[in-house]
């Protein structure tokens, strides 16, 4: 294996025998012609996948795609039916909740039970016990018996004693999804502290945020298989566009993802070029129009009766711009054809930021507001007025259409803004709610 590699995933399929009634299962051991009594269930078809030192990785897929298997395959909590895994370096993983914890002990004793497990010395953890302990906020319960721990409980006890073991390689098998919100910030900046002192990750989650904050690449699982990988906003969008789908078609999403990524490359490259030609935007404090500010990861749903097109910002005059005064008042348009009666039809705009953290959107129903007949067949201007509330930075906009609360037609970074400051004063993070700063000496 190339040594610049942590993990290497080679044909992984696991099976798992069902059988419909358990004596089945007697009957079938002692059938002397070997006759086959199960059903076999791949949990893992075929998986290929390398992850390179110091990567983050993403895995994204529905309830039963297979996650946690894979996951346990690596980590050697299960053996593969065939195929190999390959690791290199030391792995700290937090799998389901409560592996590898023994409930009769207290906090306190799993925690050495957990880092002499990762070959770590007494001493060593004698040295660390103190942040791990502070890391996990139990108080007074970690000299209680685990057994009396509830689930988000165990989950900082877990998180606080992977991390602490100085992994090469950590796993985390949505863990996070049970602490509070408090614990699951904290434990991102730890994993981001983890990745910037160069360790690998490999992380399950259900949400589309965290993969795309996180990760520089994703992985998307589907009954056993790698339906794709790659960009992870591109991977997450693409993931959510079939969310609703029964069956999806791999051949279709590797092709939509590869002509995503040739776009964004010709349009990468359009933009250098126009930057070596040294076309700079206008100087002036007005809004304006930049044409090389195009969104590069824009994703359409399928239609289904309707096509959302045209989008843009407009100022409150109508002029089209993508570079924003801050303060300033705008709109957001989008038109919407149908080409069927739409009932319970609802519009949604959403505002991320660069990550894909969502900032501020809405939805509108005609239903709730104004009728209870459905939106007929004909083209409909769509438009928001919104202030630009937002700091310095590049922003994008999904739109959406649905009907029955299903999208019949959505478009995920459809637009994309750019704000300019107005004045030298900095702001944090991505909104500005402060309107006045004072201050005075306390007599
Ligand atoms: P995920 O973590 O993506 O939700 P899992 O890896 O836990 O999915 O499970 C993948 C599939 O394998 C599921 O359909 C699950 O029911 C099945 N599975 C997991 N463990 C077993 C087992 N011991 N016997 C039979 N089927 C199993
Ligand atoms: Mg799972």
Known sequence: MNKNTAIKVQNLTKAYKLYSQPIDRLKESLNPFGKKYHKDFYALKDVNFEIKKGETVGIIGRNGSGKSTLLKIITGVLTPTSGRVNVHGKISAILELGAGFNPEMTGLENIYLNTSISGMSKDATDKKIEEILDFAELGE??????????????????????????????????????????????????????????ATILFVSHSEGSIVSLCSRA???????KVIEGEPKLVTGLYMKNSSKKQINKQEIQKELEELEKNSEESEKKEEKKKEQKIKPKPQIEEYYDPSLKPKSTIYYEEKGAKISDVKITTLDGEEVNVLVHGREYLYKYVVK????????????????????ALGGGSYSLLEQESNKDLEIGAYEVIWKFKAIFNEGIYSINSGFSSNKEYVHRILDAYMFKIKPIHKRVFTANINCIETIKWRKND
């Open 141 to 198: 319960f970690i000299h209680q018996p685990l057994k009396t721990y509830s689930s988000g409980m165990k989950a900082r006890l877990g998180f606080a004693v992977a991390i602490n073991i100085d992994p090469d390689i950590l796993i985390v098998d949505e863990a996070l999804a049970v602490g509070d919100a408090a614990f699951q910030r904290k434990c991102f900046a730890k994993m981001e502290q983890i990745r910037e002192a160069g």
């Open 338 to 357: 149908t080409y069927e009666n739409i009932c319970d039809a609802r519009f949604g705009c959403l505002i991320k930021n660069k990550q894909g953290i």
């Open 219 to 225: 992985i998307w699982l589907s009954n056993g298989e």
